[in-house]
Structures are given as C-alpha cells and as structure tokens.
T-cell receptor, first 110, second 115 residues
C-alpha cells in the first residue's frame, strides 16, 4: 500500500515564524494531499497538488512536489497559535489502500 | 451542505461486546472509507465501500465488518471487542474523479473506549 511518511515527527516554533514539514512516499502518484488534524478530531483537507504541478499556494500554505525525489513539503508562513495541530500527507487512495504516516505534530507558541 | 457526519461521538464498551458505528457521507459522495486511529499514530485504513460492496480492505481481522446502504451511508461493526480496539474511528467520504485519485473528506470521528 502507498503510505506517506512525514518528517520531522515534532516541530515547535514561535508565533509568526514559518513552519516546514516534509513528506516522502514510495511509488508513482497522480496527486498528493495534505491534511490537518486538531487534537482528537477529524482530518481537514488542506490542499491537493497534482503530479504535473511543482508548487501550489493556498493562503498561508505553500506546497511543493518533487516527483523525481518522491517527496513533498508543506510550508506554513507567519504561523499562528491556531495552526497547532498534526499534519499528514496522503498519496492518492489508489483504490482505497492508502494509509497515513504518524504525521508531524506542530506546536506554535504564542 | 452538511459534511461527513458520524455517530455516536463517544462510546464506552467492555471486552467481548459488539459495537456499531455510523457514518453519513458528504452530499454527492458515493464512497465511504473507515480508518482506525490509535493515540499518537496516524489513521490506519480498515476498508472502503462503494456501490454497497467492500471494495478494498486493510490489515484488520474479520471481527471488523461493514455495510453501505443505498443512500451511501455506512456502518462499521466490530465484534468481540478487545482492549486494543480503543481508538478514534474515522469515516471519510469521496467521489472518484477519473485519473485524479480521490479527495477524502473526514468526519469528526467516534471515540471508542473498551474497558
């Protein structure tokens, strides 16, 4: 099954700083999605980047994709305390067998 | 437009009992997936339903079963509960867009505690 692996496992920054987290995967993909999960709640879809895109922006989020290295990164600029959450990358479900890594836990200190 | 809904929000059971969790997909979606998320870990895929049939299954025992109804809603059943079944159970719905993979939208989850 296809699984995204996030790095680092944990990240702690001050409010206003930028946060960068990375994702690696193993097989070819058509697209890759990033999700956020606040403590104990459901996952919220943040952004989808297609395999023919190298970079995509959505508000304070910037996602890059390097298919040659099978990796992606999520940058959150000017972070806020409300950005504190776990972030997951998910390669496409590939007929439903996609699984998630353990995510990056981001803590933004006020 | 309601998103994905799940019920109940919390549930406490004892070992050996059986539990049924319910999920209503986002309007327009026809596919429902179920995930188990243990504390501190990422969601693990249990199975996916499409057109009322189990389409794919993860590495979970037969104690985990499901159903999808004609209105696309779904149930997850777990028999002979074990302590290790304590987790957050997430339902996700999607609509297959040919060639683009499936963007899944998640519900808030059901927190199951097995004592």
């Amino acid at each position: 099954s296809q699984q995204g692996e996030e790095d680092p496992q944990a990240l702690s920054i001050q409010e206003g700083e930028n946060a960068t987290m990375n994702c690696s995967y193993k097989t070819s993909i058509n697209n890759l999605q990033w999700y956020r999960q606040n403590s104990g709640r459901g996952l919220v879809h943040l952004i989808l980047i297609r395999s023919n895109e190298r970079e995509k922006h959505s508000g304070r989020l910037r996602v890059t994709l390097d298919t040659s290295k099978k990796s992606s990164s999520l940058l959150i600029t000017a972070s806020r305390a409300a950005d504190t959450a776990s972030y997951f990358c998910a390669p496409p479900t590939n007929a439903g067998k996609s699984t998630f890594g353990d995510g990056t836990t981001l803590t933004v200190k006020p | 437009d309601a998103g994905v809904t799940q019920s109940p929000t919390h549930l406490i059971k004892t070992r050996g009992q059986q539990v049924t969790l319910r999920c209503s997909p986002k309007s327009g979606h026809d596919t429902v997936s179920w995930y188990q998320q243990a504390l501190g870990q990422g969601p693990q895929f249990i199975f996916q339903y499409y057109e009322e049939e189990e389409r794919q299954r993860g590495n979970f025992p037969d104690r985990f079963s499901g159903h999808q109804f004609p209105n696309y809603s779904s149930e997850l059943n777990v028999n002979a509960l074990l302590l290790g079944d304590s987790a957050l159970y997430l339902c996700a719905s999607s609509f297959l867009v040919a060639g683009l993979g499936e963007t899944q939208y998640f519900g808030p989850g059901t927190r199951l505690l097995v004592l």
